[in-house]
């Protein structure tokens, strides 16, 4: 699935997305994290690799015993050991292949975190888009009642309405400028978490592209979904990983073998009594098999062993959890996805059906058939059927998106984002896998999802011009005191 931009006048999706994939602390965070779990893989290789370390001391005999004639006065110890560990009933290699089994299921869970991130994303944008357009359509409102209670307060001075009348249209706009409030908070409200997602203000915002690919019925997109969702797959990796912690834990009761080299170097400098043939120097050395071979530990490994098995039945339900989660949201995206797109077909009928309606109304207004209360009614009918419909614009794209994104399709790859090469985790993991040194490092870690300390804070200003079919060009003047039509 491609997002093909829109002309670069206003913001498109496909901006608002690049943004948060390169600026997300979130997703930034969650690369840092499955870094360092690519570590577990080299951690858990050096416990079958040699190793070394040397020992030492130096001291001084600040006093001595007036009867000791052979104690140095100073000396100098250093003893080396060398290791190489032969046999560890496999707890190395099932560390090793459990440490690589994570790594994937982390980075399938990276995926997951963008695809979810997109989704919020996408969201956000498409609130800000549904709030804009209802405040618009409340602040016309709010003008056209405006404009009615005018003209009915003109009438009520002639005699052409009674005081009711006048009552009913202040009442209808107080509610209309209330109502503006409320649309005003909310379209405020969408821009910061807009803010928050994407790291800077949305600005004018182009309409969507389409989102292609959808299937024909729901378990369709179920059996896709089952197939290529990233987050399922993560815990299926993370199910399979448990396996070999158990096997780890068996290791624990087999006998271990490694093969040892040590050494043993002493001077005392000249300080050693005894005579002219005392030795004041010496290095030794040794050569052996270390064999350890565990009979009693107290339960601790039987008690290991039970315990990875747990965890394994933990993972094992936590991916079917993932498995039903990943079901239900796939149908239930694809349900509201429908059911929004047949709101929109009735709405669009509704909208102009209201917009024919008011017309009417107004129209049998000026001859004395209809009273202000209809056409009030009249005007909040087509009101709400145009917020009705912006609604279920938004909770269609938004729907259809997440479908893709349950089905596996809404990561960055899929996008075709600009801004830049793609995050690949792939590229850490060959980094870091083969290390075997101990003085290796990491360049020092930098801030990269950025502060929107700055952003100014949102207002409910709005710009652009709305969809020809929300904006309802029928006569909303009212009837003059002579009965005609202003």
Known sequence: MTLIAAPAAAETL????AKAYNTNPTLSGERARVRSEDENVPIARSQGLPSLDVTGGYSENVLKAS????SPDRQLVATPNFSVPIFSGGAVRNSVAAAK?????NQLGLRGTESSLFTAVVGAYMDVIRDAAIVSLNQQNVK???????????RFQVGDLTRTDVAQSEARLALARSQLQTAQSKLISSRENYIRLVGDAPGTLEQPPAIPDTPANAEGAVDIALERNPTLLAAKKARDATKFDVDAARAGRLPKLSVNVGGNYYNYFGSLGGGPLATQSGKSATVG????????QGGRPAAQIRQSQERRGQAIEQATEAERTVVANTRSAYAVWKSSEEVIASSEVAVNANKLSLEGVRAENSVGNRTILDILNAEQELLNSQVTLVTARRDSYV?????????????????GLDGGA?????????RVSGKWSDWGSAPDVQAVGTSTRQTPAQTSEVTGQLDPILDAPVDRGTANPAGEPK
């Open 399 to 415: 729907a259809r998106f997440a479908l893709q994104a349950a089905m596996g399709r809404a990561e960055a790859r899929d996008l």
């Open 67 to 70: 009867n000791n004639f052979v």
């Open 422 to 430: 793609l995050y690949d985790p792939v590229t850490n993991y060959k």
């Open 14 to 17: 496909r901006d608002a997305l």
């Open 289 to 296: 098999v270390g064999v350890s071979v565990p009979l009693y």
């Open 144 to 154: 056209v009642l405006d404009v009615n209670l005018q003209a009915s307060r003109d």
């Open 101 to 105: 089994t994570r790594v994937e299921a």
